[in-house]
Structure formats: structure tokens, C-alpha cells
């Protein structure tokens, strides 16, 4: 059974910075990637930045330049530093890893999506 439990979201004012934590616990063989999604009310979920294993980065073009995605591979876990934060920001951001729960699994590189209970992030004056 793998969890991720995220930490770090709260209120901050437009301009501010947040720093978000997600730590991947549990059985778990190997985590190709993680990243963040989030969602806001009355829209789809989107994705807000993923890593490699390798550290190869996405972003998606909203967040450009404000976010920064990192991770530790020795501690699975990611982190995302969210700066200038915007009104438009606010959401509830889910953390996400595509991993292999068993050396069978990486073998046959089959992997499985998981994702955390979600925080909330408000940016607002």
C-alpha cells in the first residue's frame, strides 16, 4: 500500500509564496515520476509540473517561471515552490507519482498512478 501525504498549503496574499511537500510512504519498489496536479472549483484537474526520476521537468505554461518542481529520490518525495503566487492559483493541488510497487511490476514496467488526499491553496488579499 503506498501513501502520499502532502503538506504546506494554506492562505497567502497575491505575491506571496507557498512551499508544497508530498512524501510517497509505504511499499514501493521504485517512482518514475511525480508531480502536481490541481484542481479549482468548477474546472477539470490540471497538471501543474512533474519530474523524472532523472530530473527531466515539465511545467504547464500558466506556472512558468513562478513554480519550481524538486524532488528527493532517496526520500521520495517532491516538493513545489510556488512564487508570485496569483488569485488565479488557487486550487486544490494533489500530488501524483507513477511508480512500480514491486521488482516484478519494474520489470515488466508496468506502473501505477497514485495520488494524494489533496491540499488547498488560496491566494487572496
Known amino acids: 500500500q503506498v501513501q502520499l501525504v502532502e503538506s504546506g498549503g494554506g492562505l497567502v496574499q497575491p505575491g506571496g509564496s507557498l512551499r508544497l511537500s508530498c512524501a510517497a510512504s509505504?511499499?514501493?519498489?521504485?517512482?518514475?515520476?511525480m508531480g502536481w496536479h490541481r484542481q479549482a472549483p468548477g474546472k477539470q484537474r490540471e497538471l501543474v509540473a512533474d519530474?523524472?526520476?532523472?530530473?527531466?521537468?515539465n511545467y504547464a505554461d500558466s506556472v512558468k517561471g513562478r513554480f519550481t518542481i524538486s524532488r528527493d529520490n532517496d526520500k521520495n518525495t517532491v516538493y513545489l515552490q510556488m512564487n508570485s503566487l496569483k488569485p488565479e492559483d488557487t486550487a486544490v493541488y494533489y500530488c501524483?507519482?507513477?511508480?512500480?510497487?514491486?521488482?516484478?511490476?519494474?520489470?515488466?514496467?508496468?506502473?501505477?498512478?497514485?495520488w494524494g488526499q489533496g491540499t488547498q491553496v488560496t491566494v487572496s488579499s
Open positions: 501524483n507519482a507513477d511508480g512500480f510497487p514491486d521488482g516484478s511490476s519494474w520489470y515488466q514496467d508496468v506502473s501505477y498512478d497514485y
Open positions: 509505504g511499499t514501493i519498489f521504485s517512482i518514475r515520476a
Open positions: 519530474i523524472t526520476r532523472g530530473g527531466s521537468i
